[in-house]
């Protein structure tokens, strides 16, 4: 299977830590996506990546959180000095420039506790 | 960005015919109608899209309004498998939002 991966699939921590999640997209997408996901709510877009550049980051939930994709591949989301309000699944997405439409493919997610 | 209102939830009996409904009526002329699902503790899955046309695949047909303001999701014989949350989106790529849904029950 080459679908979208992410690691952890979950992670607890506690509150003031710093947490760091993984996604590894489809290896020919060169769209990469973040979201957060609270309970009962659809996915809230977080920020986006074409190749390695981010092009968006305004919704970006606070400074504290924080993404990288260094070659354009896989991608990390840090969040730094987590807190209780954290709490929530973390999904990843990949597509393709030029599809027509542009379908993401998403993962299975990263879900975060925060004591 | 485009608006979706769909119901919040919707039940079905297994075997029979389920039509979700999304209307959006801000859709810009050119933006592809996306549905996705998301199973229980699992990322959204996409299952179909549509422009102007009516479309089948093997997991659902969409019916889109000859105004495209809104769209119906046809699941012909719905399976508890089908249990799931299911979102109508009018744009795609990093324009892509997600609202709340329509939390599909199957009853067995």
């Known amino acids: 299977d080459t679908g979208v991966s992410q690691d952890p699939r979950h992670k607890i921590t506690k509150r003031g830590q710093n947490v760091t999640f993984r996604c590894d997209p489809i290896?020919?997408?060169?769209?990469l996506y973040w979201y957060r996901q609270t309970l009962g709510q659809g996915p809230e877009f977080l920020t986006y990546?074409?190749?390695?550049?981010?092009?968006?980051k305004s919704r970006l939930l606070s400074d504290r959180f924080s993404a990288e994709r260094p070659k354009g591949s896989f991608s990390t989301l840090e969040i730094q000095r987590t807190e209780q309000g954290d709490s929530a699944m973390y999904l990843c997405?990949?597509?393709?420039?030029?599809?027509?439409?542009?379908?993401?493919?998403f993962g299975p997610g990263t879900r975060l506790l925060v004591l | 960005d485009a608006k979706t209102t769909q119901p919040n939830s919707m039940e079905s009996n297994e075997e029979e015919p389920v039509h979700l409904p999304c209307n959006h009526s801000?859709?810009?002329?050119?933006?592809?109608i996306h549905w996705y699902r998301q199973l229980p503790s699992q990322g959204p899955e996409y299952v179909i899209h549509?422009?102007?046309s009516n479309v089948n695949n093997r997991m659902a047909s969409l019916a889109i309004a000859e105004d495209r303001k809104s769209s119906t999701l046809i699941l012909h014989r719905a399976t508890l498998r089908d249990a799931a949350v299911y979102y109508c989106?009018?744009?795609?790529?990093?324009?892509?939002?997600f609202g709340a849904g329509t939390r599909l029950f199957v009853k067995a």
């Open positions: 997405a990949s597509s393709l420039i030029g599809g027509i439409p542009e379908t993401q493919y």
């Open positions: 290896s020919e997408h060169n769209r």
């Open positions: 990546f074409q190749n390695e550049a981010q092009l968006e």
């Open positions: 801000t859709i810009s002329g050119t933006d592809y």
């Open positions: 549509g422009l102007t």
């Open positions: 989106i009018p744009e795609g790529g990093f324009k892509t939002i």
